[in-house]
């Protein structure tokens, strides 16, 4: 089976104990980032699989009915919003997707999340390369201890995120829906006393909430704007959660003070394009919340299963059995 990786930026897949397992299989592995769909068409052209990483690259009819040999569409996670799953069953390819169940109170994004809001509070970064110039320090940081921290969505990393606040010695608010805050308050955690208390009140602001049709833009400019000229706000969930281009607006108005974020309306973003990527007060990562080995390793784990089960005949977490026998 002739098998063509796509978007496996970090070169990652080589180094998992999934890739040995595809031997006898031809796999052409691709590292570059891009968002031309003909890049796709090229790297996939006369092979009979598709392993997409993620949710990396938009995957349309357009580009199916021009991958005539495609058969097979392996995804290493549940969210298949990115590609045309109707078009997938139409011209006969099969989709797998396989799920990231994590046992762990805390998560490889819940730790970027932290990881982003200590490098903002103390300005690690500006430090840093203020420091590789010759200067010593440049700036006067921000301890967490004694400030509040809004969890926005109290789920399975929103929970992690703010019982690592709570050791910290912040004061931990949630906001969300009834569900989210219900959890929150078994857990001891307060609700804030209004979706504008939360953020007027809050010092960080670390938002949680998966993105779908329901919850595009429920962050809004009238809410970045009740934020203190002094407050962080932590995006590591999806950037259609934002309004559109309501927080660079925001940020360039001073409220809030500073962001962080790792997420973008449309990935990757090459040639440094992003406008919050020219602000002073934005701190920007490509997307590295799921980027560490042990993610890598139960992703792709599911991935090559997913295509070594489709070569036997036996595919397994497939979306659209209708596809079968149609190429």
Known sequence: MKIAVIHDY???????????????????????AYTDPARVVTQASGCDALLLTQ???????????????????????????????QACTDLGILVSAGGHD?????????????????????????EVERFRQGHWQSTTGTRLYGHTLGIYSYGHIGSGVAR?????????????????????????????????AFFEQCDVISLHIK??????????????????TTALLVNTSRAPIIEDGALAAALKKGRPGFAAVDVYEEEPVVGASHPLLKLPN???????????????????DTGVDQLLAYAAGQPVNVLNPQAAGKR
Request: proline share 3%; charged share 20%.
């Open 211 to 228: 993105s779908n049709k329901d919850t595009h833009g429920i962050i809004t400019a009238s809410d970045l704007a009740r934020m203190k």
């Open 102 to 126: 994590s046992k762990s109170p805390y998560t490889a994004t819940g730790e970027l999340a932290w990881a982003l809001i200590l490098a903002s509070m103390r300005h690690l970064p500006y």
């Open 282 to 300: 934005a701190l920007c990562t490509p997307h590295l919340g799921y980027s560490e080995g042990g993610s890598y390793e139960h992703i792709y």
């Open 10 to 32: 970090a070169d990652a897949l080589r180094r998992t104990r999934a890739y040995p397992r595809l031997q006898g299989h031809e796999v052409r592995i691709f590292n570059d």
């Open 55 to 85: 949710q990396r690259v938009t995957v349309t009819r357009a580009i199916l009915e021009q991958l005539p040999q495609l058969k097979f569409i392996s995804q290493t996670g549940r969210n298949v919003d990115h590609l045309d799953v």
């Open 164 to 196: 690592v606040g709570q050791a910290f010695g912040m004061k931990v608010v949630c906001w969300g829906r009834e569900a989210s805050l219900a959890r929150a308050k078994a857990e001891g955690f307060e609700a804030a006393a209004s979706r504008a």
